[in-house]
């Protein structure tokens, strides 16, 4: 018997559409999922976004305020797609009213942010997700099984990359994520969450670092108006950009093995450039998001000169097989969410994790810390 689960998403920006879209999408791909996403409410607090929202997608009801949203009965899950600085107070007033949370990450300003969160969710017995979606590529899935059956013999390096150029613009404006206050960091809690997630999704903990980051936009102009995803704004008041365009980070594992995690949200001609190359003592593996069913792997007993092989993952390879019947047909970002909200719903279905949590939110957060302390400190940090 297929049970609904009331949902809210709290922030309507183009994540809030994401997250969306893919309760909607859930059931036509896992339709053996037990529970039904049920759209009860929206919440946002820009005039008009939330009843645009109810009218496009079929929410019961809107609010402007996400504290209705805690003591609504007929909720019970939220999605939280609100902006950085609001994540540590809405995330745990939700899990102290037992609501599961699926949380955008990365999940507050500060590891102590994250910690509250996951602290509350935990405390509440509640399943709390978080969105760390390119772990849920099925070629990084593939990838990991590779690096776990030691098939590549033993990791000795890995370098992460995640480039784009959404604040390339000059005339960019200066909005909530280039604030300290209301963003934190800059491109280490945009980009270099994704890239610490992913590394140590792969490799195991990371226990030591040194980083260096720069901006290289010190200036933008403020906004006249509300804004969604990276809106241009020009004849605006200059303001100063307070966090960073650029982190370069070297990474030291548990394992024995070296790491490079570089991210840069300035980076002209470059659209979602993200990505890893991972080589062990036998072979390698390499990913790019841009080519996202793919893998290169390089295997074998060579050593020198041995060749790469394009690998195009199928069904069998994670949740390939809920959206497409065959290898090399392509999938596509939003699937990504998909996967995200059908594991968060089933860790509610089951009442046992699925998926990215808050401890792994925790993890991530302590490794942005940890950047922000060695760059301060111009040392090596070790992380706890």
Same mark, same amino acid.
């Given at each position: 018997?297929?049970?609904?689960?009331?949902?809210?998403?709290?922030?309507?920006?183009?994540?809030?559409? $994401?997250?969306?879209?893919?309760?909607?999408?859930?059931?036509?791909?896992?339709?053996?999922?037990?529970?039904?996403?049920?759209?009860?409410?929206?919440?946002?607090?820009?005039?008009?976004?939330?009843?645009?929202?109810?009218?496009?997608?079929?929410?019961?009801?809107?609010?402007?305020?996400?504290?209705?949203?805690?003591?609504?009965?007929?909720?019970?899950?939220?999605?939280?797609?609100?902006?950085?600085?609001?994540?540590?107070?809405?995330?745990?007033?939700?899990?102290?009213?037992?609501?599961?949370?699926?949380?955008?990450?990365?999940?507050?300003?500060?590891?102590?942010?994250?910690?509250?969160?996951? /602290?509350?969710?935990?405390?509440?017995?509640?399943?709390?997700?978080?969105?760390?979606?390119?772990?849920?590529?099925?070629?990084?899935?593939?990838?990991?099984?590779?690096?776990?059956?030691?098939?590549?013999?033993?990791?000795?390096?890995?370098?992460?990359?995640?480039?784009?150029? +959404?604040?390339?613009?000059?005339?960019?404006?200066?909005?909530?994520? +280039?604030?300290?206050?209301?963003?934190?960091? /800059? $491109?280490?809690?945009?980009?270099?969450?994704?890239?610490?997630?992913?590394?140590?999704?792969?490799?195991?903990?990371?226990?030591?670092?040194?980083?260096?980051?720069?901006?290289?936009?010190?200036?933008?102009?403020?906004?006249?108006?509300?804004?969604?995803?990276?809106?241009?704004?020009?004849?605006?008041?200059?303001?100063?950009?307070?966090?960073?365009? +650029?982190?370069?980070?070297?990474?030291?594992?548990?394992?024995?093995?070296?790491? $490079?995690?570089?991210?840069?949200?300035?980076?002209?001609?470059?659209?979602?450039?993200?990505?890893?190359?991972?080589?062990?003592?036998?072979?390698?593996?390499?990913?790019?998001?841009?080519?996202?069913?793919?893998?290169? $792997?390089?295997?074998?007993?060579?050593?020198?000169?041995?060749?790469?092989?394009?690998?195009?993952?199928?069904? /069998?390879?994670?949740? +390939?097989?809920?959206?497409?019947?065959?290898?090399?047909?392509?999938?596509?970002?939003?699937?990504?969410?998909?996967?995200?909200?059908?594991?968060?719903?089933?860790?509610?279905?089951?009442?046992?994790?699925?998926?990215?949590?808050?401890?792994?939110?925790?993890?991530?957060?302590?490794?942005?810390?940890?950047?922000?302390?060695?760059?301060?400190?111009?040392?090596?940090?070790?992380?706890?």
């Amino acid at each position: 018997m297929v049970s609904t689960l009331g949902v809210a998403v709290v922030g309507f920006g183009w994540m809030g559409r $994401v997250h969306t879209q893919a309760y909607a999408r859930v059931p036509h791909h896992f339709p053996q999922l037990g529970v039904r996403p049920r759209l009860v409410t929206v919440a946002e607090e820009v005039p008009g976004r939330a009843e645009e929202a109810a009218a496009q997608f079929g929410f019961a009801s809107t609010t402007r305020d996400w504290r209705e949203v805690v003591s609504d009965p007929r909720i019970q899950a939220v999605s939280i797609t609100a902006p950085n600085f609001l994540h540590r107070e809405i995330g745990v007033a939700m899990a102290e009213a037992g609501k599961h949370i699926w949380i955008e990450k990365p999940v507050g300003l500060t590891a102590e942010d994250a910690g509250a969160v996951a /602290g509350a969710v935990a405390k509440a017995g509640v399943q709390g997700a978080v969105g760390f979606n390119y772990r849920n590529a099925p070629a990084v899935e593939t990838a990991r099984a590779l690096i776990a059956s030691g098939e590549l013999g033993t990791v000795t390096h890995v370098r992460v990359r995640l480039f784009s150029d +959404y604040a390339a613009h000059p005339d960019g404006a200066l909005t909530w994520r +280039y604030e300290k206050e209301r963003g934190g960091s /800059g $491109v280490l809690g945009d980009l270099a969450s994704h890239g610490a997630d992913l590394a140590r999704h792969l490799l195991g903990d990371i226990t030591s670092l040194t980083a260096d980051t720069a901006t290289f936009i010190p200036e933008r102009a403020r906004p006249t108006g509300a804004t969604t995803g990276h809106t241009l704004a020009t004849g605006g008041e200059l303001g100063p950009v307070e966090n960073e365009d +650029y982190v370069n980070c070297l990474l030291r594992f548990a394992s024995g093995a070296r790491g $490079v995690l570089e991210a840069c949200r300035v980076s002209v001609g470059e659209q979602n450039n993200y990505g890893f190359e991972i080589h062990g003592t036998k072979g390698a593996v390499f990913w790019d998001f841009r080519r996202m069913n793919e893998l290169g $792997v390089s295997r074998g007993t060579s050593y020198q000169d041995q060749p790469v092989s394009t690998v195009y993952v199928g069904p /069998g390879a994670g949740e +390939y097989g809920a959206f497409q019947p065959g290898a090399a047909t392509s999938m596509g970002y939003d699937d990504l969410k998909v996967i995200e909200a059908y594991r968060f719903l089933r860790s509610v279905a089951e009442g046992k994790p699925y998926g990215a949590t808050l401890d792994d939110a925790v993890h991530s957060a302590a490794v942005l810390d940890a950047m922000t302390r060695s760059v301060e400190s111009g040392t090596w940090v070790t992380l706890e």
